[in-house]
């Protein structure tokens, strides 16, 4: 436990340091991306958007890094939106790899609204399923449900991926914590802080055989109208 603690605590001060100079790098940052537009107009060349990808990238963990210690200064006006629509956008972006993993939507009441922060919610579930899709080494099944439940909506990723070793559950959500090469450890701290700033419950599971992560938000509007509740279950990358 004195183990755990310390490296809590070298952790969070890691994160303190790193969220200061997030916050001095971020204007820079976006001030050269607005400068780049200009360049590659008045300068047209095919190296530009590889300069411009790079560019997202080092904004993309920057804003990270912030919402997750300093999420006051990422603000966003508040909507109601649907986590369906939110899944189904998100996935748009991961058709590469539903070639070798299948995707099962199960969703019900789709029409159900929950209200935040849009975009860092979908930031969030883009960072759940990122994660789902990279443990899954070669061929699996993500499996994804939405459905109503009392008062709320509640949403769950289940993966066929590596699975979270036990002792290292309780590490899930602090920020740089990373079993992988090349990761960051900051996606789900994204995913916790957010939830929690919606009064979101998030809950995990996880054995060798995969993982599921269980998020119960609670619902503005059933969307329920007296008319049959919209309902849908099929299965993408089937080819
Ligand atoms: P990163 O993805 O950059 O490593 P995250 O905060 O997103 O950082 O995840 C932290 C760690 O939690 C991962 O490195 C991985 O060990 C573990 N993890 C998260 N989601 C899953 C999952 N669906 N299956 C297996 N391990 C996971
Ligand atoms: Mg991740």
Redesign the pocket.
Known sequence: LDNHNATLNRLAAIGEVSAGIAHEIRNPLTAVKGFLQLMERDYPSPHWSVVQSELEQAIGTVHELLSVSKPNLVSEPKTQFSLCAIVENILSLFHKEMYRVKVHKRFHHTKAMVYGKQNQVKRAIF??L???F??IENEGTIVIEHHLSSDSVVLTIR?T????PED?LHL??TPF????ET???????Q?YSTFYEHNADITVE?NSE??V?TITFPTVSTGFDGSPVAELTYVEGET
Do not use: H, Q, R, Y
Request: charged share 15%.
């Open positions: 960072n759940l990122k994660n789902a990279e443990a993966d991926g590596s699975g979270i290292k899930l959500g914590f990373t079993t992988k990761g960051t450890g900051l996606g789900l701290s995913v996880s995969g993982t992560f």
